[in-house]
T-cell receptor
Framework: TQLLEQSPQFLSIQEGENLTVYCNSS?????LQWYRQEPGEGPVLLVT?????EVKKLKRLTFQFGDARKDSSLHITAAQPGDTGLYLC?????????????FGKGTKLSVIP | GAGVSQSPSNKVTEKGKDVELRCDPI?????LYWYRQSLGQGLEFLIY????????KSGLPSDRFSAERTGGSVSTLTIQRTQQEDSAVYLC?????????????FGPGTRLTVL
């Protein structure tokens, strides 16, 4: 059973379009993180959200943590080819050690020029 | 400064052989993690080292897997009697501390292929 379900698994869009990636669970997380990974490299942290209902913005990227801390979303406005990559959500289960990250399978995004 | 480095970048081995994968964390980082990323799967936690504390080995999939960290720095992940299902990218990460706000910095990974 996958604790963190990401959707969609694959997304191919035209430059300039908007998109949203979802990360859902039936479990409560004390924090949730979003990473971006490019081929041949390790994941790079984009953001950490820790409070239910929290919204964080990073340029054209908006991250939201659900009120119940069971889900999160990543919204990209006016996607650019440089946004292409694998987006991973990861969370620390409530009550677990703060270092124990549970990862989703990822959303592979392709932005076509 | 230098990031997390891993070696080798690629390793092809025959079923039944032992392999050693190396991780050099960022200098001064006290926490070190190993993960496995299989095709179509998310990252799977394997083991965690924090300072001089006993490591958390709860993610190791079998007793063929072991890891050590010498001098609080370099770590080696050893897989004995490799199986084809061990084929994956093995990622190492390090962080300054172990709190939820401590960023884990990942290395580029070692791609292991077991024939």
């Amino acid at each position: 059973t996958q604790l963190l379900e990401q959707s969609p698994q694959f997304l191919s869009i035209q430059e300039g379009e908007n998109l949203t990636v979802y990360c859902n669970s039936s479990s409560v997380f004390s924090s949730l993180q979003w990473y971006r990974q490019e081929p041949g490299e390790g994941p790079v942290l984009l953001v950490t959200v820790v409070t239910g209902g929290e919204v964080k913005k990073l340029k054209r990227l908006t991250f939201q943590f659900g009120d119940a801390r069971k889900d999160s979303s990543l919204h990209i406005t006016a996607a650019q080819p440089g946004d292409t990559g694998l987006y991973l959500c990861a969370g620390v289960l409530s009550g677990a050690g703060s270092y124990q990250l549970t990862f989703g399978k990822g959303t592979k995004l392709s932005v076509i020029p | 400064g230098a990031g997390v480095s891993q070696s080798p970048s690629n390793k092809v081995t025959e079923k039944g052989k032992d392999v050693e994968l190396r991780c050099d964390p960022i200098s001064g980082h006290t926490a070190l993690y190993w993960y496995r990323q299989s095709l179509g799967q998310g990252l799977e936690f394997l083991i965690y080292f924090q300072g001089n504390s006993a490591p958390d080995k709860s993610g190791l999939p079998s007793d063929r897997f072991s890891a050590e960290r010498t001098g609080g720095s370099v770590s080696t992940l050893t897989i004995q009697r490799t199986q084809q299902e061990d084929s994956a990218v093995y990622l190492c990460a390090s962080s300054l501390g172990w709190g939820v706000t401590d960023t884990q910095y990942f290395g580029p990974g070692t791609r292991l292929t077991v024939l």
